[in-house]
């Protein structure tokens, strides 16, 4: 990652605004369709919340304007830490957003050739020079930083149980598995991922979400879930937000969205009447 250019600005505490983020007048637009239209929207209230919602909702696109791969047209992302003063996401660069703490996985897993697992957790952690294509085979020969982070990594890869960390991630399951342990060694603050579970068999799912668990428990953790799962987002979700045609237009915990007609009828595809 390059360095921070500038000092992110730094905004006024919101008393009312309880969570870790909070997403004011947000749209994003794409060839004059509206994607995403959220007025008020605050994230991170609870250890682990979920977002649902039939496809097209504006999901991926919302988690995208969070981390601003993709810039709003409008509005403003506001992220708080600690409690207290605000930063002003609103186009920053992901490497600077990532540094303050808001990590997103990938929906779509980006990997680096043959790069091995455990090389492609190392660039996880390696200073921003080794981003350069051209540097990458020295992480192989790099003695200091793999003994700096040797036990961490070997803690993941003793926990999910990879079997050959040298080898490269050649399944959809390994690389969404190597993409979920690359965010957790950026030891984020606030963590979206976006359909964590996807290709992932169940022993791997359960030991992904016990972690996320103990993450909230134990780092002061805040975690955002995209998943179409919805027995597990019934499960380990304490608040559920329910996306349609680019709008949140239901919230609350999992018992209450379970009952909604309104999710019944624009995303189960059935309703009382």
Not at 23 to 46: A, I, M, Q
Not at 250 to 273: C, F, M, N, W
Request: charged fraction near 25%; aromatic fraction near 6%.
């Amino acid at each position: 990652m390059t360095d921070v250019a500038e000092t992110p600005e730094v905004l006024a505490a919101e008393p009312s605004v309880e969570g870790r983020l909070h997403l004011t007048g947000v749209t994003k637009s794409f060839g004059g369709r509206v994607v995403v239209d959220v007025d008020d929207l605050v994230l991170g209230r609870h250890g682990i919340e979920g977002i649902i919602g039939p496809n097209g909702a504006g999901k991926t696109t919302l988690m995208n304007v969070i981390t601003q791969t993709r810039r709003p047209n409008t509005g403003q992302v506001t992220y708080r830490p600690d409690k207290g003063p605000g930063v002003d996401l609103t186009g920053m660069r992901l490497d600077e957003i990532a540094r303050l703490g808001v990590v997103k996985s990938n929906q779509v897993i980006q990997m680096f050739g043959e790069m091995t697992t455990m090389d492609s957790f190392l660039l996880s952690v390696a200073p921003a020079r080794y981003e350069q294509m051209y540097r990458l085979e020295s992480l192989t020969t790099e003695k200091r930083l793999r003994r700096d982070f040797n036990d961490e990594i070997r803690w993941y890869i003793d926990y999910f149980g990879i079997e050959d960390p040298d080898a490269p991630a050649l399944s959809a399951g390994d690389k969404k598995l190597v993409d979920i342990i690359r965010c957790l060694l950026l030891k984020p603050r606030f963590l979206l991922l976006d359909e964590p579970t996807a290709g992932l068999p169940e022993d791997q799912t359960r030991l992904v979400m016990q972690l996320m668990r103990k993450k909230v428990a134990e780092e002061d953790m805040s975690i955002v879930i995209i998943e179409h799962d919805l027995a597990l987002i019934w499960e380990v979700c304490e608040f559920v937000h329910f996306m349609s045609d680019g709008k949140v237009i239901e919230q609350g915990p999992p018992e209450v969205i379970r009952q909604s007609a309104t999710v019944a009828a624009k995303y189960l595809g059935h309703s009382d009447e």
